[in-house]
């Protein structure tokens, strides 16, 4: 069984923070869950691009207001607390902060820890087994 707790890894490496989103890692690639999970928080008046084509994100928002415009299609979808979705299309995608917001996110595969995006809006492939 894990156990953990967010204070617990807010401050260290299990805690990456970028311009326009911070995100707590919670589950990874090392505790061989077959997924990892994210408590991620976007910040107000941010945009970030982002194409996740190695891998499949859910997200359900618990605090604040966004918006999700998928670059294809250009459609949008209002985010507020309560909503869920999932980019299991590897939808190339904006990611608006209204406020701030806060995110539970999990990954399949499961992400390794510093990920951040890369020019294409994307983590890279893990090529580890």
Known sequence: MIVR???????????????????????????NVGFSLHDTRIKAGTETMIWYKHHVEAVYCIEGVGEIELIETREKFPIRAGMMYVLNGHEKHWLRGTTDMRMVCVFNPACSGREVHDEDGAYKADTTS
């Open 5 to 31: 707790y967010l204070e617990e890894r807010i401050g260290t490496d299990y805690d990456v923070d970028t311009p326009t989103w911070n995100s707590r890692r919670l589950l990874l690639k090392e505790d």
